[in-house]
C-alpha cells in the first residue's frame, strides 16, 4: 500500500518522550476519566502536560500516575501506525483535536493495547526504548494540573 500524503507537522518530537506522552495520556483518562492533555509541551529533556480534573490529585495519586505509565514501559509493548479514514476510525479514537484542514486519512497510533490514539507524530518502534518516566514537579490551579516529567535511561 502507498503512504497517503498526510498534514505536514510543524514540529520533530523527540520519539521517547512524545510515546511516552501517549501512555500519561491515557493512563489519566483511565485513573481520572478526564481527556487527554489539551496543553502539551514536548522536549527531549523535560516535557509537561496539562489536565482538566474535577480535584486535585493527592501525593499517592501522582505517585500511582508514575507507576502506571513505567508499568506500561515496562511491558515492552510495540508502537503501530496504521492509516484509515474518517469513517473507518478505530472505536475510542478522539479525533476532537485535529485541525479542521485535517486530511481524510489519519494516521492513527498504537501502544499496545494501551492506547490508540490518532498523531502524526513521531515514536518508538517498542516502549523499551522509552526508558523511566519520572514526574519532576507538579501544580493544581483552577481545575488544571500541571505534570512536569522527563526519561532516565
Request: contains cysteine; charged residues 25%.
Amino acid at each position: 500500500m502507498e503512504t497517503p500524503q498526510l498534514n505536514d507537522h510543524n514540529k520533530q518530537e523527540y520519539p521517547p518522550m512524545h510515546t511516552a506522552e501517549h501512555i500519561l495520556n491515557q493512563t489519566m483518562i483511565r485513573l481520572f476519566g478526564c481527556e487527554r492533555s489539551r496543553n502539551a509541551h514536548i522536549e527531549r529533556k523535560k516535557s509537561k502536560c496539562d489536565y482538566q480534573l474535577t480535584a486535585e490529585p493527592t501525593q499517592e495519586q501522582i505517585a500511582a500516575i508514575e507507576a502506571q505509565v513505567n508499568e506500561v514501559i515496562s511491558q515492552h509493548l510495540p508502537v503501530t501506525v496504521e492509516y484509515c479514514t474518517r469513517e473507518n476510525i478505530p472505536a475510542g479514537v478522539d479525533l476532537s483535536k485535529l485541525p479542521d484542514d485535517a486530511s481524510e486519512t489519519l494516521r492513527i497510533v498504537r501502544v499496545g493495547i494501551y492506547d490508540t490514539c490518532a498523531c502524526i507524530g513521531t515514536h518508538v518502534e517498542n516502549t523499551a526504548e522509552i526508558g523511566i518516566f519520572k514526574i519532576i514537579s507538579h501544580t493544581w490551579e483552577s481545575g488544571t494540573l500541571r505534570l512536569r516529567f522527563k526519561l532516565v535511561k
